[in-house]
């Protein structure tokens, strides 16, 4: 956990396409869970998901500031999706 409602996983030996096919997976099957809000009503949840890619010899920081600003580009355009980090998303 990161914070809030944020959370990291780090997949080593992983590249972006299969990073990206495990984000999308987990979105899914979580968005098909119905959970239980309480008197009979139930609700379903989304996800935004950031993806990012470490660089040899950056700093770990790097890494999470990238995938935070993939994360917000997945929640600026609408939510609900998987955003990987583009190549030059520390200039953002």
Same mark, same amino acid.
């Given at each position: 956990?990161?914070?809030?409602?944020?959370? @990291?996983?780090?997949?080593?030996?992983?590249?972006?396409?299969? @990073?990206?096919?495990?984000?999308?997976?987990?979105?899914?099957?979580?968005?098909?869970?119905?959970?239980?809000?309480? =008197?009979? !009503?139930?609700?379903?949840?989304?996800?935004?998901?950031?993806?990012?890619?470490?660089?040899? =010899?950056?700093? =770990?920081?790097? +890494?999470?500031?990238?995938?935070?600003?993939? +994360?917000? +580009?997945? $929640? @600026?355009? =609408?939510?609900? $999706?998987?955003?990987? @980090?583009?190549?030059?998303? !520390?200039?953002?």
């Amino acid at each position: 956990r990161i914070g809030g409602d944020e959370f @990291a996983v780090t997949m080593p030996h992983t590249d972006l396409e299969g @990073a990206e096919r495990v984000a999308e997976r987990i979105r899914r099957r979580l968005g098909e869970i119905p959970f239980d809000a309480g =008197g009979g !009503k139930l609700f379903f949840v989304s996800l935004s998901i950031g993806i990012a890619r470490y660089i040899e =010899g950056e700093p =770990g920081e790097s +890494l999470l500031t990238s995938a935070d600003q993939a +994360l917000y +580009l997945a $929640k @600026a355009q =609408g939510r609900n $999706k998987t955003v990987i @980090a583009p190549t030059d998303c !520390k200039s953002m």
